[in-house]
């Protein structure tokens, strides 16, 4: 009996993945306040509450196909653009790093998780930092 319930439990969490697409306005004020700050001049394209299991996350996409990912808490995981992302949204370490090391690139896209923090160049090289933004190592 119990290795039925055991084998019940995945698919009782996976039957609870849902994506709800939901206008700008009712994004979390603290998302809202951070994209304002951060990006003023881009507007909310498209807000999905997106819950996989027992996961929460809020997906933005701003204009200029700016794509920003929040936790459950509404802080944000992740930036990913196609041009050059704010100063503002870089940890400082990180940003000083790659000014000195690769003064010709910028930054496009950050993440983070619970270990790491990684940056990805416009050339397509991809940085890892640890949680103090210390240089890690090239993630291949």
């Known amino acids: 009996m119990k290795w039925?319930?055991?084998a019940a439990?995945?698919?009782?969490?996976?039957?609870?993945?849902?994506?709800t697409?939901?206008?700008?306005?009712?994004?979390?004020e603290k998302i809202s306040t951070y994209i304002s700050t951060h990006f003023p001049d881009h507007k909310v394209i498209q807000y999905i509450k997106?819950?996989?299991?027992?996961?929460?996350?809020?997906d933005v996409t701003i204009s200029e196909g700016i794509f920003l990912e929040f936790n459950r808490k509404e802080e944000?995981?992740?930036?990913?653009?196609?041009?050059?992302?704010?100063d503002s949204v870089i940890p400082a370490?990180?940003?000083a790093y790659v000014g000195a090391n690769y003064p010709?690139?910028?930054i496009t896209d950050w993440e983070i998780d619970d270990r790491h923090q990684q940056v990805e160049l416009d050339n397509g090289l991809t940085?890892?930092?640890n949680m103090d933004g210390e240089y890690l190592r090239i993630d291949s």
């Open 50 to 58: 997106d819950k996989e299991g027992f996961e929460l996350t809020h």
């Open 21 to 28: 697409v939901l206008p700008g306005s009712d994004l979390p």
């Open 76 to 86: 944000v995981i992740e930036i990913d653009a196609a041009t050059r992302l704010p």
């Open 93 to 95: 370490k990180i940003l």
């Open 127 to 129: 940085l890892e930092f």
């Open 9 to 19: 439990l995945p698919l009782m969490a996976a039957s609870c993945d849902k994506e």
């Open 104 to 106: 010709e690139q910028v």
């Open 4 to 6: 039925i319930i055991a």
